[in-house]
């Protein structure tokens, strides 16, 4: 992490900032799993509710500017939830409150067809341990299956695996899951139809990126 001596003690740096310097620290890998988010304060409030909230809302606004030139309002809100038995996995949903300004099509697109997520994959010793936060934290039912779980979102799934199904599925070793539960992969969806490549985590960072249609 680039000058962590500038971490401040407020929320958000402690969450998001200290958090990321930790994780590092034990290595490489996916550190953070944020949903989108229609109203960050409604979701807040299904986590106090559901007993794994993990903050206040926290929103943070500034301007930007177009290639143009042109000034723009950037606005985020961000509520996290809590899974104390994986504390190497931090969860929050997000609010963009002027999209309209943040996403530029021209910025969605690459030379390797990729034009989605289809979804992301963690690995756990008992998928089904966790199956009631991350319903909770989702907001829809999971769907059991061969050696774990899957919850579909507007977004993509999100599926919780065993090591031995990971393996299977990817063929590459899953993350150390000596302290609970990890993200393992990211899954790239493209329309192209092509076939399944898999970069294992020596070429990713500690992650695995499963690029799905690819031609």
Known sequence: MAEPDKLGEDGFSLLFGAYNRDFIERGDGLS????????????????RAAG????????FEREG???????????FSLAFAEDQRAPDIRFA????HYPENFWNPAFQKHANGVDGIAGVVAVAHSPEQHRDFLEAFVGARAESRADGFSIGTP????????????????GVSPPDISRGPRLAALRL???GG????????????????VLE???
């Open 32 to 47: 953070l799993l944020i949903l989108e988010s229609r109203d960050a304060t409604a979701d807040d409030a299904a986590f």
């Open 52 to 59: 794994i909230v993990g903050s206040d809302v926290m929103r």
């Open 65 to 75: 500017r177009r290639p143009d030139g042109a000034t723009v309002k950037l606005a």
């Open 93 to 96: 949903v997000c609010q963009q």
């Open 155 to 170: 977004r993509g799934t999100i599926d919780l695996l065993t090591p031995a199904a990971f393996v299977r599925d990817y």
């Open 189 to 191: 969806a493209a329309s």
């Open 194 to 209: 092509g076939k399944r490549t898999v970069i294992g985590p020596a070429d990713a960072k500690g992650a695995v990126l």
């Open 213 to 215: 249609g690819v031609s």
